[in-house]
């Protein structure tokens, strides 16, 4: 009867794991999606996030980002990985927002144009690996 309890407790943590990385895939294919609509048309969506419930342009990915750090957090003392990597996604897709808004070419550091999409990737990750971490 133990064999059948580890099996099933096993094949669970499974199809969590098997969630998780579903629910992060999907949020960083979001997150993509969205940085190319704002990438292409930027004054639509500079215009987009002041007319959000009349909120200045700074306040979504600031709001966004708590929302994300307060989400990992969580995740962080309950069992289940998702909220981790939803918090962590929410972290970077505000730090790119956040780019974006205060000038994604003063990002680029020496001249290299690779540098903003590497800082919400770095984010993301360190939070993956702090998250991995604490769930030991």
Known sequence: MAAG???????????????????????LVAVAVLANLVM????????GIDAIAGLPAWAFP???????LLIFYIGL??????????????????IAAGEFLLGWQNFELGGLKVVPYVIPVVACLAL???????SR
């Not at 292409?40 to 215009?47: E, G, I, M, R, Y």
């Not at 600031?62 to 994300?68: A, F, K, R, V």
């Open 5 to 27: 309890h580890a099996h099933d407790h096993s094949h669970r943590a499974h199809k969590g794991r098997i969630w998780t990385y579903l629910i992060f895939a999907t949020g």
């Open 40 to 47: 292409s048309n930027p004054d639509l969506a500079t215009k």
């Open 62 to 68: 600031t709001i966004t980002g708590l929302l994300g």
């Open 77 to 94: 003392k309950i069992e289940t990985d998702w909220p981790e990597q939803l918090g962590a996604i929410l972290v970077a897709g505000s």
């Open 128 to 134: 993956m690996m702090v998250a991995n971490v604490k």
